[in-house]
């Protein structure tokens, strides 16, 4: 299997260097790398670029190609611009950035993956960082999840002719309950970055390939130990301010045999690990025999703030809002008028000013006949 490796590049000189060096230490060195450097943005750095500049072209000791932007194309667009360039001559791709420091047996272990895994068509990327979620380790090396990682990844060129930069894909996912838990499960941060995208505040491309291979409900290998370091959470990049939350134990000593499982796919310890992370407590509520039926008047902050307990209490069966429809972790949002089409025990509801929560418990008591004792009031029970 042709596999090119891929590190894209701008003006941090420092980081830049502390990727190469690992590189040129790794146990199997790249195939072929290709170094994309995005042009210089008016008024940013040009001595900090040419130093990269003078970095990426010192490299010789791997076959490379140094492909230098005429403008500056932004972080997104050069990086799936440069994966489709590779993908004209490769059958996969590694993808480094510039602060995703690998380990000795990096590469190694990807190329492994690759090979394993190129006929399960189920499995769509392939992932050197290890999540900062907390997993009992198995007697393979990986676990299948359902998450993409931008941070030292690969996938295969049948699997990436799936990307699309659609914009209403998690809308669209959102209007089907099976597909609204799936993204709920894997993806509640997702809208947010969306948002960002539009808003200027942030210029990601993996937000599209993440959402498309969780509609596809697209398995990502993980390893349970990170062949990845990232050192851009030092204010320095697009997306990361300062922060030690996605720090992970690196294994950085030599090892050539990975165990990889032939079959793979989400295990129940790691759908539930990563929930705290970028994952819904609703998308896991189910209905048991100490758990009252609920349905829950707002879905809003307040409720996702206190969505752990309430799942963990109650069976969450429905939502009713004013403004939104369709589906939310795989439960059903109706409409106050709907509500006579439901049985239930209690409605929960989740309104941060008391006025309008006093108002609504008035409204259902009223026109709807809900007995006042079947009406909980969120903002007496919960943190606000």
Known sequence: MKIATLLFTYHRSYHTGQVISALKRSTIQPQKLFVFQDGLKQGDDEFQWREVNNLINGIDWCDKEVIIAEYNKGLANSIVAGINYAFREYDAVIVLEDDCVPTVNFIDFMQQCFDK??????????????????????????????????????????????????????????????????????????????????????????????????????????????????????????????????????????????????????????????????????????????????????????????????????????????SKKGYFAGKEIIKLRQLEQCSFDKIIIMLQDEKENNKVAYDISKNYGVPEEKIISGISKYDV
């Not at 809308?171 to 799936?182: G, I, L």
């Not at 959402?211 to 990049?237: H, Q, W």
């Open 117 to 322: 895994y190129k006929d399960k068509k189920d499995v769509y990327s392939v992932s050197g960082y290890s999540w900062p979620i907390t997993l009992e380790k198995t007697e393979y090396d990986v676990y299948g999840g359902g998450r993409i990682s931008s941070w030292g990844w690969g996938t295969w060129k049948d699997r990436w002719c799936s990307y699309e930069k659609d914009y209403e894909l998690a809308s669209k996912m959102k209007k089907d309950k099976n597909a609204s838990e799936n993204l709920a499960l894997w993806g509640m941060d997702l809208e947010d970055t969306l948002v960002g995208n539009v808003r200027g505040i942030c210029d990601s491309w993996a937000v599209f390939w993440a959402l498309n291979v969780i509609a596809k409900k697209g398995i990502c290998i993980n390893p349970y130990e990170s062949f990845i370091r990232n050192i851009g959470m030092d204010g320095t990049g697009v997306h990361c301010g300062v922060t030690d939350q996605f720090e992970v134990k690196c294994i950085d000593e030599k090892k050539h045999d990975f165990c990889l499982p032939d079959n793979i796919g989400f295990l129940n310890e790691t759908i539930k690990a990563f929930i705290p992370l970028h994952g819904s407590y609703t998308a896991l509520n189910r209905q048991t025999a100490d758990r009252s039926r609920v349905l829950v008047y707002g879905l809003g902050n307040f409720y996702l703030k206190n969505e752990k307990q309430i799942s963990h209490e109650y069976y969450v069966d429905k939502f009713i809002d004013r």
